[in-house]
T-cell receptor, first 115, second 113 residues
Framework: KAGVTQTPRYLIKTRGQQVTLSCSPI?????VSWYQQTPGQGLQFLFE???????NKGNFPGRFSGRQFSNSRSEMNVSTLELGDSALYLC??????????????FGSGTRLTVV | KNEVEQSPQNLTAQEGEFITINCSYS?????LHWLQQHPGGGIVSLFM???GKKKHGRLIATINIQEKHSSLHITASHPRDSAVYIC???????????????FGSGTQLTVLP
């Protein structure tokens, strides 16, 4: 079966612009979560969506937002980009979420570079 | 102060050695996960623990809720086990039912042939 698909794989944006990243989960998975990974801060949780509702949110500014559609596909948006937003953005999908036994499947990530 | 502490940061072992990676956390949790990140960046979910012990092949994960500590063990290590291992705790915050997923800083494991 198809894995978690993230698009695009690579992206270069200018400071002040906004960006939208996309994540298509494994078919049947209702939980989609987003993460930021940088060399300095490591992996950090952004937010989790379950059946189109944001269920948990990490400690990121309001410039970071997301949504989930009825087919479970999710998008993440970052407005007014800053140099520090350069990172690998990962999404993961699961049947039930972080407390379930089924684990998470991660996508390959979107490498965002802000110049 | 990091709410999830992982050690060691780097670990080099000879093939066949028994390996232990530790993860401790400061508040109550709903679940703890162990993840493996390969050199190419792909992340694989290894275990979810809320209590006790789980085993999958040569990998064993344990958690002690009272001591707020979890360990990941690899028996008979092999060069293909070389990767970054990350623990992630779903912390129970004091504000209502909010929960915060927090990651350890990762352990870079290198297994030499």
């Amino acid at each position: 079966k198809a894995g978690v698909t993230q698009t695009p794989r690579y992206l270069i944006k200018t400071r002040g612009q906004q960006v939208t990243l996309s994540c298509s989960p494994i078919s049947g998975h209702r939980s989609v979560s987003w993460y930021q990974q940088t060399p300095g801060q490591g992996l950090q949780f952004l937010f989790e969506y379950f059946s189109e509702t944001q269920r948990n949110k990490g400690n990121f500014p309001g410039r970071f937002s997301g949504r989930q559609f009825s087919n479970s596909r999710s998008e993440m948006n970052v407005s007014t980009l800053e140099l520090g937003d350069s990172a690998l953005y990962l999404c993961a999908s699961s049947l039930t979420g972080w407390t379930g036994e089924f684990g998470y499947t991660f996508g390959s990530g979107t490498r965002l570079t802000v110049v | 102060k990091n709410e999830v502490e992982q050690s060691p940061q780097n670990l080099t072992a000879q093939e066949g050695e028994f390996i232990t990676i530790n993860c401790s956390y400061s508040v109550g949790i709903s679940a703890l996960h162990w993840l493996q990140q390969h050199p190419g960046g792909g992340i694989v979910s290894l275990f979810m623990l809320s209590s006790g012990k789980k085993k999958h092949g040569r990998l064993i994960a344990t958690i002690n809720i009272q001591e707020k500590h979890s360990s990941l063990h690899i028996t008979a290590s092999h060069p293909r086990d070389s990767a970054v291992y990350i623990c992630a705790a779903l912390l129970n915050l004091t504000e209502g039912s909010a929960r915060q997923l927090t990651f350890g800083s990762g352990t870079q494991l290198t297994v030499l042939p």
